[in-house]
């Protein structure tokens, strides 16, 4: 596949449940400036400086296994104009249950540039995999702490549902922190 902006790219869309106010947050270029489209094997390296600069650890070959994941999907934000990226986001699937957290399909590995946070930027990439999910008639599950006020913010935003609560939910949420399991909407009809 060639990059954005190379002779005969087609950038693919996401089908996403449109936020509240009708507008697909998917839709390109966004008033905002950026747009939201598939990973590619070219955006590993740029994935992996995003992480650098949150100081957040990853490898080449973690990155590149997610973009590939035929079972999952990867996304970023990019800057309209200049094609930087302003964000990472990917689902992965977990084959077990753990306590109220089902084996499923779930959000992770999302990550927004520090400039670009408070701008949709999250809520954009969380609407395309979930969008990604019920297009394959998939239920897509989330997993956040529930003193992450910015997390619960945009999980309710997204139009995701709280199932249920529990301390060190799925191994993420430690310290004995509270963790909150979230569903995502289904598209009617699916």
């Known amino acids: 596949m060639s990059a954005p902006g190379e002779p005969g790219q087609r950038e693919a869309r996401q089908a996403a449940p ?66 930087a990226l302003l964000g990472f986001g990917k689902t992965h699937r977990w084959g077990e249950s753990l306590g109220p957290a089902p084996a499923g399909l779930y959000l992770g590995g999302s990550l927004v540039r520090s400039v670009a946070r408070r701008r949709g930027v999250g809520l954009a990439l969380v609407l395309a995999r979930a969008g990604w999910a019920a297009a394959r008639g998939e239920e897509l599950f989330s997993v956040c702490a529930a003193d992450n006020v910015a997390s619960v913010a945009m999980h309710r935003a997204a139009g995701f549902e709280p199932l249920a609560g529990a301390a060190g939910m799925r191994g993420i949420i430690g310290g004995g922190r509270e963790g909150l399991l979230w569903r995502a909407p289904t598209q009617e009809g699916a």
């Open 18 to 83: 449109a936020p509240r106010g009708g507008r697909d947050a998917t839709d390109a270029p966004a008033p905002r400036g950026w747009v939201v489209r598939p990973a590619t094997a070219r955006d590993v390296a740029r994935v992996l400086a995003l992480y650098s600069a949150d100081r957040r650890d990853t490898s080449a070959p973690a990155i590149a296994a997610a973009i590939h994941e035929v079972d999952a999907c990867a996304v970023v934000a990019a800057d309209a104009a200049t094609g």
